[in-house]
């Protein structure tokens, strides 16, 4: 299989795992590829997961290429330690996560992720479970305004839910683009389309992003050996806050409190140390590659502390 994307900040993800041959590692978005090929080409096992069967689907040839170096299993984050529990894989030496939405599926009108290109309102990474058109056809005005709000950082929430409800039903991604730039007054001209924040907002919202990524954050201390590496890419800010929030709280970095509010004490030992500061593309990856513009790569290395107790987030 010939990877048909370049994979994000791919130096710097390989250089951050530190592999040495032999070693087992997981990616867990294996996507086209990229990442799982280069680590292979280090030496390494590697156990590769995607919530996307096409993605493990088109993965196949690269199985039989690994000479049984490589294992591809189709799953989310959330249920990748029992994946690896029940492969008595455990636990690895590397684990690389690379967070949101792939070139592939952003690339398929079929699929529903872009407004660049007409098709059905899906967006669905595991193609299960309620669409984008069920949730805006179906959810509340004000359900629709929170979720855009929150994931999707839109500053005119409401009236963009508003106009949502007014043009419903509708069934491909063209109809709800348009509908978002006439509510928000797009030209154009203008810089970014409007529509990007809607689009993005309903896709976490639909495929349960963040809740996947912190679920697997919080249970990557018991996948990793001591000494096992972590590193994270993420796409936009709410992402990168959570992993580095993730990462300051469990390397016992984060930020010091004052008068009134004096830092809190972690309850447990450091379970992880951060290896250098985030990591984002120069103009020249950027120039080959544009979607590496809004990435963030940040790494750390798992200690020899247990992992913290379930829910402890100081």
Same mark, same amino acid.
């Given at each position: 299989?010939?990877?048909?994307?370049?994979?994000?900040?791919?130096?710097?993800?390989?250089?951050? $795992?530190?592999?040495?041959?032999? =070693?087992?590692?997981? %990616?867990?978005?294996?996507?086209? !590829?990229?990442?799982?090929?280069?680590?292979?080409?280090?030496?390494?096992?590697?156990?590769?997961?995607?919530? #996307?069967?096409?993605?493990?689907?088109?993965?196949?040839?690269?199985?039989?290429?690994?000479?049984?170096? $490589?294992?591809?299993?189709?799953?989310?984050?959330?249920?990748?330690?029992?994946?690896?529990?029940?492969?008595?894989?455990?636990? +690895?030496? !590397?684990?690389?996560?690379? @967070?949101?939405?792939? &070139?592939?599926?952003? %690339?398929?009108? %079929?699929?529903?992720?872009?407004?660049?290109?007409?098709?059905?309102? %899906?967006?669905?990474?595991?193609?299960?479970? @309620?669409?984008?058109?069920?949730?805006?056809?179906?959810?509340?005005?004000?359900?629709?305004? #929170?979720?855009?709000?929150?994931?999707? =950082? =839109?500053?005119?929430?409401?009236?963009?839910?508003?106009?949502? +409800?007014?043009?419903?039903?509708?069934?491909?991604?063209?109809?709800?683009?348009?509908?978002?730039?006439?509510?928000?007054?797009?030209?154009?001209?203008?810089?970014? #389309?409007?529509?990007?924040?809607?689009?993005?907002?309903?896709?976490?919202?639909?495929?349960?992003?963040?809740? =996947?990524?912190?679920?697997?954050?919080?249970? &990557?201390?018991?996948?990793?050996?001591? !000494? !096992?590496?972590?590193?994270?890419?993420?796409?936009?800010?709410?992402?990168?806050?959570?992993?580095?929030?993730?990462?300051?709280?469990?390397?016992?970095?984060?930020?010091?409190?004052?008068?009134?509010?004096?830092?809190?004490?972690?309850?447990?030992?450091?379970?992880?140390?951060?290896?250098?500061?985030?990591?984002?593309?120069?103009?020249?990856?950027?120039?080959?590659?544009?979607?590496?513009?809004?990435?963030?790569?940040?790494?750390?290395?798992?200690?020899?502390?247990?992992?913290?107790?379930?829910?402890?987030?100081?």
């Amino acid at each position: 299989m010939n990877a048909p994307h370049v994979p994000v900040l791919l130096d710097a993800v390989i250089a951050a $795992l530190a592999i040495v041959p032999g =070693e087992c590692h997981v %990616d867990a978005t294996f996507g086209a !590829g990229g990442y799982t090929r280069a680590m292979l080409a280090k030496g390494a096992r590697v156990i590769a997961f995607d919530r #996307d069967p096409d993605a493990i689907a088109a993965g196949q040839a690269l199985v039989v290429e690994s000479n049984g170096a $490589l294992t591809l299993v189709h799953a989310l984050f959330s249920t990748i330690p029992a994946e690896l529990a029940q492969r008595d894989a455990l636990p +690895v030496d !590397g684990l690389v996560m690379d @967070i949101g939405v792939s &070139s592939m599926q952003i %690339d398929q009108p %079929d699929r529903g992720f872009s407004f660049q290109s007409d098709g059905p309102l %899906d967006m669905r990474m595991s193609r299960d479970g @309620i669409s984008a058109a069920d949730f805006i056809n179906d959810a509340e005005e004000a359900e629709i305004a #929170d979720v855009l709000k929150l994931y999707g =950082e =839109e500053p005119r929430a409401r009236r963009v839910a508003r106009a949502i +409800v007014a043009a419903r039903p509708m069934t491909t991604t063209g109809e709800l683009a348009g509908v978002v730039r006439r509510a928000l007054g797009y030209r154009p001209h203008d810089k970014k #389309d409007p529509s990007t924040r809607t689009f993005q907002a309903i896709r976490i919202k639909i495929n349960q992003e963040l809740n =996947e990524l912190e679920s697997l954050l919080n249970t &990557s201390e018991s996948i990793l050996s001591p !000494g !096992g590496r972590l590193a994270v890419v993420s796409f936009h800010s709410l992402e990168d806050r959570l992993v580095k929030r993730f990462l300051r709280q469990r390397s016992g970095t984060m930020p010091g409190g004052s008068r009134h509010l004096p830092q809190a004490t972690p309850a447990s030992l450091p379970s992880f140390h951060i290896t250098g500061r985030a990591v984002r593309a120069d103009e020249e990856e950027i120039a080959r590659n544009p979607r590496a513009r809004s990435a963030t790569l940040r790494a750390a290395q798992r200690t020899v502390a247990a992992p913290w107790p379930v829910g402890e987030t100081r």
